[in-house]
Structures are given as C-alpha cells and as structure tokens.
C-alpha cells in the first residue's frame, strides 16, 4: 500500500450504518421488498472511483434499518468520526446511512462535532441490488464533497444536492431525490464530481465540545417524547406522562416536543396540559409542524419554541439540553 500521507495525498472514510442503501431485495425490479443493511460497506465501496490523490477507506460502525436508529449508535458513530476527524491525513468523512432517520442522525453528528472538516451523510432510496440503484451515485457525490477543500460541517449529500444538517428534511417517500433544504436552500450541487457551492458552510458552534462531551458520557438519553397539536387534540398524553413521573418511573419523561400546528399553536387543552407538564418541572418546546418557515416569537408565549427546527430536530436540541 502507498503511504498517501508522505506524498500530501488525503483519506476519505466511509462509515457504514446500514439503511436502504445497503439493502437487498430477492429481485433486482424490486424496490420495495428489500431487507435494509445487508450490504457491508466495503462492498458498497466496490466500482466507487475516488478523485485523485484521495484514499478510500471504510469501516462498518453499524448495520440497521434507520427506522431504528439509536442513542447508542450516535455515539459510537460521533465517536468513530471525532476518531478520524483528529488525523491529518483525514479529508472528511462519508456515512452511509438509511433515509428515515438521516435528518436526525445528521443534526445529532452537527450539534455535538460542529466539524472543520466535512462529515458528509448520503443514503439511497433504492435497495444495493435495484435494477438501477441511486446509492453508488450518491456515494461517489458524497466522496467528493468530503475531499472537496474548504468543505466543512455536516451536511447531506442526495440526488446530487447538498443540504446542511441543520436544514435538511425528507420530504418525499419515493422519488430519489427524497430531501429538501426548505427556505434555506441547498448548500450547492454536485455537478460531474465537482461541487458548486451556492452559500456558506455552516459555521463551527463553541458549545458542541460541551455538548459531545455530555452526550459521550451518558449511559442513556433522557426520554423526550413529541406529541402532535391537530383538531380535536386533548392532554391526556401528556397527563399520563405526568402521571408516570409522579409514580416514579425509571425512564420517567424528561422533555415534551409539541408538534405544533402553524406559527407554534397549540389546540387549548393540550396546550394547557402542557402548562402542567412545565409546572410540573418537565422541559417543554414548541416546534413546527409545518414544513417549512420558523416560528416567530409572539408577545405573551408560556411555552419555549425552536425556531426553525422542525419536531424531530427540536427533539434532539431538548434532550441534549437536558444532558447539559
Ligand atoms: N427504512 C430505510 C432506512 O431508513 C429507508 C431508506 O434507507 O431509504 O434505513
């Protein structure tokens, strides 16, 4: 093996976490039928050119459907990138990951790395054995935006778009190019291996090694549940959950995301249930059900709100909040 390092050559390395992208079917015109995470990542790797000067490398940090994605596998996947992150010959690195849950992995990686170099997320709509799969494409953008100089943080490279991790949604459950950057926009495309670049970088946040810190020393992850605001909404679910905190539960409820309709309202009896849950000492955050724009802050609000994150995303900012 040459040793790229000595001749100024970079490392790209391709963690693998499973998903469709590493999915097989029994036949190649099914798309549907697949088992996620069966493909190593190695494999995946096989026929994918890296750009010149640049040395693949690949571990399997995990193998899952992200339908089921974890607390634990963040972790070891924050770690494993922290790992590869602090060497010198390491350009960026690439994570093969399912599309459910990729959002969530991606905004997790974002709060707690906030990296100089770029941690590039891509996944596939089609299954590893489809008659034309989309993963090899998105693997081989996914490489080039994380050998591209000057790239940093975490973003999502898709259908030859890349969104940042702050911005990024599924937004479409079959189509290929599944994810969209709402009013922000994409951060660029891929073009034919090379980048075009249409705003800045996300910038680097001072609170994420706290917050890696916290999150790579807990055990678990305090339980933040979200409920959706919609007609005829009650407060029953968020009285029951008062009521296991009073019982004592082990994994009593630490934080409420309310799903909430429009500009960050909520129908009166949940949000009076939730002015419960509040006094009662559970952490409670308004989030948008709404697909895109933020929630803007109006005179008078009892209950917090997140901004632009959407449910999902608000959910992980609380339950990091509650590790700090
Ligand atoms: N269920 C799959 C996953 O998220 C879907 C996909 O990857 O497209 O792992």
Partial sequence: MVDISAKGARRVVVLGTGGTISGRARS???????????VGVADLLAGIDAPAGVELEA???????????????????????????????????????????????????HSV??????????????PASALAPDGP???????????????????????????????????????????????AGPIGYVEEGALRRLRPWSDADDAAPTLFDKAMAAVDCPRVEILLSHAEA??????????????????????????A????????????????AQADGIAVLRATRCVEGRILPRPGERLRDAGALTPVKARIALMLELLA
């Fill in 28 to 38: 190649a015109d099914d798309n549907l039928g697949y088992t996620a995470g069966e």
């Fill in 261 to 276: 309709t429009g500009n960050g309202t909520l129908h009166h009896t949940l949000e009076a249930a939730a002015l419960r």
């Fill in 113 to 126: 790395l906030a990296p100089a170099k770029p941690v590039v997320l891509t996944c596939a709509m089609r």
């Fill in 137 to 183: 494409q998105n693997v081989r953008d996914a490489v080039a935006v994380a050998a591209t100089p000057g790239a940093r943080g975490v973003v999502v490279v898709c259908a030859g778009t890349v969104h940042g991790a702050a911005d990024v949604q599924k937004v479409h459950t079959y189509r290929l190019d599944a994810f969209a950057s709402g009013d």
């Fill in 59 to 109: 571990e399997q940090v995990a193998q899952v459907d992200s339908k089921d994605m974890s607390f634990a596998i963040w972790q070891a996947l924050a770690r494993r990138c922290a790992h590869w992150l602090a060497r010198d010959d390491v350009a960026g690195i690439v994570i093969t990951h399912g599309t459910d849950t990729l959002e969530e992995t991606a905004f997790f990686l």
């Fill in 234 to 259: 009650r407060g029953s679910l968020v009285d029951a959950l008062r009521e296991e905190r009073r019982r004592g539960a082990a994994d009593a409820v630490r934080g409420i995301v309310l799903a």
